[in-house]
């Protein structure tokens, strides 16, 4: 089998310590769903499903009905999976076959999901996401007492499995007067189901930064994304922690995920020569480069031009001159016993170092979920222990 130009190693007992923290706050008794959309963050679906249920995980949450065909391809069959994003008419029949859940989000959906049901001759299980101030996606409170009419009426097709909503801002002390008014809202629509005798199965609106940091927001089932994968929601998140369990510091969420290459050649570079495309870096002494075998078409952002490093034999290099397409070029003049085919860590720990994510997306205005996501499906993802 041919090698890619780089590899994404995944740490099982990473992920492992991460879900029991989360447990910890939250308690055993609510649902955990990991949330795997957008290739699970970029770790990779088809391994990180794999993980996760090792890990006791039988709930996942995708965006929409193609990422569910992946979750269910990867899963054993005993897991749950909920498409809270898009799902096409024509996917319907499929999803209520595979008892995948989906999100309602405008009254609309339901005759449809009814006549898909009927089709299939098996329970669609719906979750009527509501608007409480996202102004995203969600039902509005003047046709959701014609939709809980539609449930009752259809109770032989269609579930009332969840009743949910998004909260747009958690991570952020600044948006709490939003998610206060969020909250409230929420509430109202329980009320009216209670009012009108149909209630849903479960109740959820809690996110990885509200799951953390606001108890009374953990209802039934959390949906848990970032925190997962070993990323604090917000630094506010993060602190708010430290100061309500009297900490300095806790490194109880770990980064599951490293990135590796590999030099590609090492060369010599002679005083006042420029170093690669243009003249963004121009040698002021005597240089010896490595060229790593990876650019942006690859994930690796083109804004670490001059400004990013890695680590080879555990010391940091930095990038000198633009990052291209597929290669771009760091300085090992300190690193003399650096050798073509020597590892390469783009993220990752290597002896007495680390390069976070956190190192990319502060030079680069990217978010951790945008850099992981964008991390392209075909580098091979490989499970460690």
């Known amino acids: 089998m041919v090698k890619h130009s780089s590899r994404i190693e995944l740490k099982q007992s990473s992920l492992k310590a991460n879900i029991n923290f989360i447990k910890k706050i939250v308690g055993n008794d ?13 770790h990779g679906i088809h391994q990180f499903v794999k993980m996760a249920e090792k890990c006791g995980v039988r709930h996942f949450s995708v965006a929409s009905s193609f990422e569910a065909e992946e979750v269910l391809e990867a899963t054993d069959g005993k897991s749950t999976i909920m498409i809270m994003g898009i799902i096409y008419e024509e996917d319907l029949s499929w999803a209520i076959e595979h008892d995948i859940e989906f999100f309602v989000y405008n009254f609309e959906r339901l005759p449809r999901a009814l006549e898909a049901a009927k089709k299939v001759g098996k329970k669609a299980k719906v979750h009527i996401e509501v608007e409480t101030g996202s102004n995203r996606t969600g039902m ?27 909260l747009g801002g958690a991570e952020s002390q600044s948006n709490q007067f939003k998610i206060d008014k969020q909250k409230k809202r929420y509430k109202e629509f329980l009320k009216i189901c209670k009012d009108k005798k149909t209630e849903p199965n479960i109740r959820h609106i809690a996110c990885s930064a509200a799951a953390l940091a606001m108890p009374d927001t953990v209802y039934d089932l959390i949906r ?29 969420l770990k980064r599951i995920f490293s990135w590796k290459t590999d030099i590609m050649d090492i060369r010599e570079v002679p005083e006042g020569d420029f170093i690669g495309y243009g003249t963004a ?60 085919g020597d590892e390469v860590v783009l993220i990752g720990r290597q ?9 990319f997306t502060n030079s680069t205005q990217l978010l951790n979920n945008e850099m992981l996501s964008r991390l392209p499906a075909a580098i091979p993802r490989t499970i460690v222990k």
């Open 30 to 42: 609510v649902i955990f769903s990991s949330v795997v959309k957008a290739n699970a963050y970029g």
């Open 224 to 252: 848990v994304g970032v925190a997962q994968y070993g990323f604090w929601p917000s630094p506010e998140i993060y602190y708010q922690y430290l100061n309500e369990n009297g900490k300095k510091s806790d490194a109880s």
């Open 140 to 166: 509005h409170k003047n046709e959701f007492p014609k939709a809980l009419s539609f449930l009752k009426k259809n109770e032989d097709h269609l579930f009332f499995q969840g009743l949910c909503t998004h």
């Open 351 to 359: 002896k007495n170092n680390v390069i976070n994510v956190s190192s």
């Open 281 to 340: 870096f121009q040698a002021s002494h005597k240089m010896n480069i490595a060229v790593i075998p990876l650019g942006y078409s690859n994930g690796y952002p083109r804004a670490l031009s001059n400004r990013g490093y890695v680590l080879i034999s555990g010391k940091k290099a930095p990038i000198v001159g633009l990052i291209n397409m597929n290669l771009f070029m760091v300085d090992i003049t300190h690193i003399p016993d650096a050798n073509v």
